[in-house]
């Protein structure tokens, strides 16, 4: 399986060189790299992954993300940027995307990342992870005991957080990928949450782990 990723990215020489890691790397393949999301728009690229900078020129990553689930309903988007404060981490995740990494994480365990969010992860810089628990921990508001997880729920949601994704989780937990699936089911109707950003921002705001 070929994993087509778009990469939006305003500095020149470092979209190259994404562009160039993707190519170089089988089963990835870079399907547009753009410098701007008004242009990434106008592709009609069907990407299964978009890696998006922040600080771009024109409209800001942040602010693109919607108009990008809208275009591109099917693809996770990974913000790639430079930023690690907790505002536009949770800026970020509110919006929608489905990671965030770091611009130093090694390109190895970027195209871990990228596999990962294609099927379903969350994958997030450890540094990123760390911030977001400090950000997130300084709002915490009681848990209504209605939205009480499970000890397995639990477990799950914090393999969510580290960046497992279904299979991952199936293998680690010796369950099946439908029962994983029915867990995560329960841990979004607890939450009142949509999608696995959600759940995990929403972990974290709450101290629920």
Do not use: W
Not at 79 to 99: H, N, R, W
Not at 160 to 176: R, T, Y
Request: charged share 25%; proline share 5%.
């Amino acid at each position: 399986m070929i994993i087509k990723v778009m990469v939006i990215e305003d500095h020149q020489e470092f979209r190259e060189s994404l562009s160039y890691i993707l190519e170089s790397s089988e089963g990835h393949e870079c399907c547009g790299k753009f410098p701007s999301v008004e242009l990434a728009l106008l592709s009609t690229s069907k990407p299964d992954v978009i890696l998006l900078d922040i600080n771009l020129s024109g409209m800001s990553g942040i602010e693109g993300i919607p108009k990008l689930k809208e275009s591109f309903p099917m693809a996770a988007i990974l913000m790639l940027t430079v930023y690690d404060d907790g505002d536009s981490i949770f800026k970020s995740i509110l919006a929608g995307a489905d990671g965030y990494l770091l611009k130093t994480t090694h390109p190895l365990r970027l195209l871990q990342a990228i596999e990962d969010a294609s099927v379903g992860g969350c994958p997030m810089s450890p540094p990123v992870a760390r911030q977001s628990m400090n950000f997130f921990r300084k709002h915490v508001p009681a848990l209504p005991k209605e939205s009480m997880l499970t000890e397995r729920e639990k477990e799950i949601l914090q393999l969510i957080i580290d960046g497992f994704n279904n299979d991952d989780i199936a293998e680690k937990l010796f369950i099946s990928i439908q029962t994983v699936r029915n867990h995560i089911r329960h841990i979004y109707e607890k939450l009142h949450v949509h999608s696995k950003s959600q759940a995990v921002v929403k972990a974290l705001k709450e101290n629920l782990l």
